[in-house]
């Protein structure tokens, strides 16, 4: 099965695709990917994983079609950020 690895900086984004085995997980996926060679000053290890923008846990499967992301930490609540933006 294919799956797709994502993860992105303001200045940079990889979207790698990789073949699986049936019953593969997410951390099957970003090993097998190898991401974390392309981003070698981040943590890639400590970020929340997703499937599709939900977040999920490393242990869960994928199934074809399925893309795995990375989250990094929002630098701002996006709610405080609105304000900021309208002067409120």
Partial sequence: MQV???F???ERQVLLTVN???GA???DALEVS???RQFPDENLDALQAGLWGQPIERDRQVKDGD???LFRPLA???REARRLK???
Avoid: N
């Fill in 67 to 69: 893309r795995v992301e």
């Fill in 25 to 27: 997980t997410v951390a």
């Fill in 76 to 78: 701002m609540d996006p």
């Fill in 20 to 22: 699986l085995s049936a």
């Fill in 34 to 36: 190898r991401i974390a």
């Fill in 86 to 88: 309208a002067g409120v």
């Fill in 8 to 10: 992105a900086l303001p």
């Fill in 4 to 6: 797709e690895v994502v």
